[in-house]
Structures are given as C-alpha cells and as structure tokens.
C-alpha cells in the first residue's frame, strides 16, 4: 500500500508519524519507591505494580505531530474522493477537517492526536492499493 500512496504524494514519513502516535510509549520509570527498597532488603517481594502509564507528547512533538497531521488532511482532502471506489468518504472526511480545526490543549495532546491518527488511518485504509 506504501507504493501506491507515495505515488499519490502521501509520503512514508506520514505513515511513520500515525505509528509514533498509536504506539505505546511507557512512561519512564525512576527509582523504586522506599518502600520497594525496604522490601527487596529484607527478602519480601514487591507490591504488585499498576501496568505502564503513556508517556505523554512535549509540547514541541504535539505541535510537530499536528502540523504533520494538518498538511496531510489537506493533501487527503484533495486525493481520498479520487482513491475510494465505491462512494465518497462523507464522514471520514469530514471527521478529519473537524480534528482538523479542532484546539487543544496540552493537557489533551495525547488523545487528540490518537483520535486523528485513527481517523487519518482509517481514511488510508479506505484509500487502499492499487497493486
């Protein structure tokens, strides 16, 4: 599918960036807590840790992530009517030019750029291959 979407203008870099998103990130982890300390010395096993929390995006790779998410809803606006066969994507596509012009705050990065990410995929999905 990468070929044919590339042929199209929808460059790798793009498909990259909606994995970087969608991935898991584990929030770094520090130091065991005091408590962890005292029970690995006297020979106890820890507490049951809760599973890895998503690290959230800076404020500069939100941006990042966004502005490469805008450039490419503009160029999906332009080739996705011409790709999906059957019908027009009404509602994806429109989904994408409201997250589109949607503001967030920093707070939401992480969501919002899940939420476009899937619809962005979502539309390329659509979009399919020509191979």
Known sequence: MTRSLVAEGISYDLIVTVEEVLSDRPEPTGRPSRLGRLLVRC????????????????EQDARRISDRFRRATRQLLQVAPYRVVPYYPTQELSLLVALRDEEVSPGEALPYLRRYALAILAVLELMGDDE
């Open 43 to 58: 020979g106890l096993p820890l507490r049951p840790q809760p599973g890895p929390t998503t690290a959230p995006f800076s």
